[in-house]
């Protein structure tokens, strides 16, 4: 069983940065794609950042120019620089892996990430 264990959030002020981390064990069957999702109360989790083992990577249009998604396929590793972070950006951000095969998800624990304006 895939196990995925982030770390990185945390509160920061308006403009300010934050890195997430995401690490991955136990996929016996390879790691296709990693990303991250965020999600604040009453609404559905969604796609923030996404990036495939050949590393190509896609953004939601809110975070482009400012969120950078990179992967460290050697060390089953996926990270979230936040740059230029908003209040808005303040979310649950979910780390989120889908092996090759299987269509199955696997999502991390959750982050807190809070921006104060």
């Known amino acids: 069983q895939a196990r995925l264990v982030e770390s990185g959030g945390g509160v920061v002020q308006s403009g300010g940065s934050l890195r997430l981390s995401c690490v991955v064990s136990g996929c016996i069957w390879g790691i296709n794609v990693m990303g991250w999702y965020g999600q604040v109360p009453g609404k559905q989790r969604e796609l923030v950042a996404s990036a495939t083992r050949g590393g190509n990577t896609n953004y939601a249009d809110f975070v482009k120019g400012r969120f950078t998604i990179t992967r460290d396929n050697a060390k089953n590793t996926v990270y979230l620089q936040m740059n230029s972070l908003k209040p808005e950006n303040t979310a649950v951000y979910y780390c989120?892996?889908?092996?090759?095969?299987?269509?199955?998800?696997?999502w991390g624990q959750g982050t807190q990430v809070t921006v104060s304006s």
């Open positions: 989120n892996m889908k092996p090759y095969g299987p269509n199955i998800d696997y």
